[in-house]
Structure formats: C-alpha cells, structure tokens
C-alpha cells in the first residue's frame, strides 16, 4: 500500500475545502460578578452561637458596675462571654435564668413598632361599632362612668344603736373620653406585649398539660377565701363590658431603661377603683418550682400543696403583667405603693384583683406588694 502523501496538494485532492481555515477556541465562561463578603459583626449578629467553656473565670467582671465581686449573681452571656450584675440589668433578673441567657446586646430585642387603629381593635378583639372606636358610651356620660353606681336608690334602714362599720366598695374605673387618646393608651399596652411575644386576654386561661378549670376552686384554700360582694361582681362586670368595647382605664405603658416597661396613669385614679384583674396561664406551683418567669402570682394556697395554683402571664396577659412591684424591704419602697393585690372568691372561683388604695394623680407610676400574702418573693432588689 503506499504511503500516504503529506503534502498541502496531497491534501486538498483528499479532502477539498473551499473557504477560510481558523483555529478552534475553547469557549470562554461568563464572567461572574465580584462575590460581595459580610462584616464580621453581621456574621456574628445571626450566626448560631456554641458556648465555649474558659478554664478559668477568676477574672470575670460585670461590664456595668466593672465589679468582679458578688460571682453568686454575676451572670455570663451564652454568646459574647461578657458578665452582668443581676442587680445591674434593666430590668432587674430577680432569679437566675434556667437555660441559655443572653446579654441585652446579644438578645436583639427590640421595642415593637406603633401599630394602626385596625391592628389596635383586631389586637385586643374588640366589638366593633359603627364609626370605630367612639366617644365613651358609659351611662349617664355627664357625670361621668361612676355614676351609674351612685345614681342608685338605696333603701332607708331603721336607725340602730350599734355601729358598724363602713364596707369599702369597688369602683369602676372612668375610661378616657377622648377616644384618640384612649387609642394611644391601647397601643402602647400593644407594643409592650407584641415585645415579649405575648397574647392578649382579659380571661384566666387553662391550656393542656397546666391545671384544668376545676382545680380552680375558693373552697380549697387553706384557712378560706374572702367573697366578693353581689354589688363588687356586678362593678367587676361592668368593667369587663367597658374594655370588650376598648374603654379601659386611664392608663399607658412606658418604657424605663431603669425598670423595664412600667404603667402610669393618664388620668386621675380614684380611691377604691378597680384597675384591673391578673390574668395568664393557670398551672400548678409544683409545675413551676424551676421557672424562670418573674411574674408569676399566687391563685390559690390549698390545704394540699400539691393543688396550689398560680398564675403565669408568660404567654398570655393583659397590663397588670407591666404594672411592677415594691421593694418592701424599704421604707421609700413602701411610699410607692398605690394598689393592692388582693384574692377573692368570685362565683367559686379564684380571682386576683388589683384596685387602688388611694387617689392616683396623672403620670403618676402603679405599684403594688408583689408578695401580698407570702412573703417569700424576693424583692430586695426592686427599685
């Protein structure tokens, strides 16, 4: 056979080609846009944290007061490692956290945010009436909400040579009348629950696995409950229908670097006014001996300490979970107090009311005895 020819005329009498001859190019890749890398701050600021364990925590201060003493309250942040004072944060951590903590830096907790008056009335379901939320509807508006009560007949007794004594009464509280007002007033109980991730209920509630309704009963407290009066359940109701259509009492949450969020009056108080009933999560106090929740409320002591209940707003509440309590280890804190925590026996059930112990002037701030009864909260460290 003979050899193949490997010259260009060779070539072109093998294979004709007409046209021009170029070199392939290998294909060139599109050309990606410069990558764009996050700060180490906002890394850190949503990156999953790992605690890491130090050898040696001798050194440890609190970033506030500069401190290392007092190491039983010194508490350390889960993420930054950085040690706080329980008595230095604000608001003061009464007992130390079970679990993870976070610094107030690190926790990224924010103040909510203004809300419409759409969102106000859908917040606290309020009954809806023609126009939105109205002048005060109370009767007898001239003279005020109270008057329904003072308006009324009271029968003549047959004098008596024994002296008794006067019974104090409850007094419905007398919403604001400006109805923007009262709006504001909503909206800033709103935002304050909105920021600890709270429902809002004006009811005791009794979720499954927590302690049912029935264990809910005056006739187990141990040495008996005092009873509300006819006419104190039937100014107890009047008030409950008031804020179903969003009059509430004259009150406004605010925010304190010093005490956390606190309640001030935005109107005057009278003696003896009901402000408001403590609602939450009803569970049993053996459930709750290694909670954390700094607002828990004695419901019930029974004769069985196993069927003692309290009452945990955690989750769900209303503004008595904001109003703050007294350190009454003082003689100032004792000054402070402008209502009274006491428990009744309302139709059977237990029921925790706060009412005012004396004439509460505006942008004055609410306080009452945490303790009541017990004595054992620890409240040293109230301001």
């Known amino acids: 056979m003979a050899p ?6 060779a070539a072109q009498k093998l294979f004709p080609f007409k046209g021009s001859v170029r070199r392939t190019e290998a294909p060139r890749r599109p050309s990606l846009p410069a990558r764009k890398y996050k700060s180490m701050a906002e890394i850190m600021a949503t990156a999953k944290y790992v ?63 203004s809300l419409s008056q759409t969102k106000i009335i859908d917040f606290f379901g309020i009954q809806k009436r023609r126009g939105g939320i109205g002048k005060c509807t ?63 209920t004006d009811e005791l509630t ?23 009066s006819k006419e104190d359940i039937e100014t107890l109701e009047h008030c409950r229908a008031m804020s179903r259509r969003g009059e509430g009492p004259p009150l406004i949450v605010a925010f304190d670097s010093f005490e956390g969020y606190t309640v001030e009056a935005d109107g005057l108080i009278k003696d003896m006014t009901f402000i408001a009933e403590y609602i939450g999560d009803v569970d049993y106090i053996k459930n709750r001996e290694h909670d954390d929740c700094d607002s828990m409320m004695t419901l019930l002591l029974a004769n069985d300490p196993s069927k003692s209940l309290v009452i945990c707003p955690d989750k769900r ?11 009454n280890h003082t003689l100032d804190g004792k000054k402070k107090q402008n209502l009274k925590c006491v428990r009744y026996n309302v139709n059977g059930e237990c029921r925790v009311l706060l009412v005012a112990t004396r004439d509460i002037a505006k942008g004055e701030r ?15 460290h109230f301001v």
């Open 206 to 228: 009794y979720m499954p696995g927590m302690a049912p309704r029935s264990a809910n009963q005056a006739k187990f407290e141990n040495g008996g409950m005092q009873v509300l």
């Open 51 to 113: 605690v890491i364990e130090r050898a040696d925590y001798s050194d440890a201060r609190c970033v506030q007061c500069g401190s290392g003493e007092g190491d039983d309250e010194l508490l350390l942040c889960d993420k930054c490692d950085r040690g706080f004072h329980m008595s230095c944060l604000r608001p003061i951590v009464v007992r130390i956290p079970i679990g993870t903590w976070l610094c107030p830096s690190c926790s990224g907790q924010r103040r909510g945010r």
């Open 366 to 380: 609410l306080y009452y005895d945490y303790n009541g009864y017990e004595h054992e909260y620890p409240t040293h």
């Open 317 to 327: 509440g209303n503004i008595a979970r904001f109003i703050n309590g007294i350190n």
């Open 4 to 9: 193949a020819s490997s010259s260009p005329a």
């Open 138 to 200: 109370c009767a007898q508006e001239v003279n005020g909400c109270n008057s329904i009560y003072y308006g009324r007949k009271r029968r003549r007794k047959s004098a008596s040579l024994v002296l008794h004594k006067k019974k104090r009464r409850l007094v419905p509280f007398t919403p604001t009348e400006d109805p923007v007002r009262r709006l504001k007033q909503m909206g800033s109980l709103a935002t304050a629950l909105t920021a600890l991730h709270m429902e809002f």
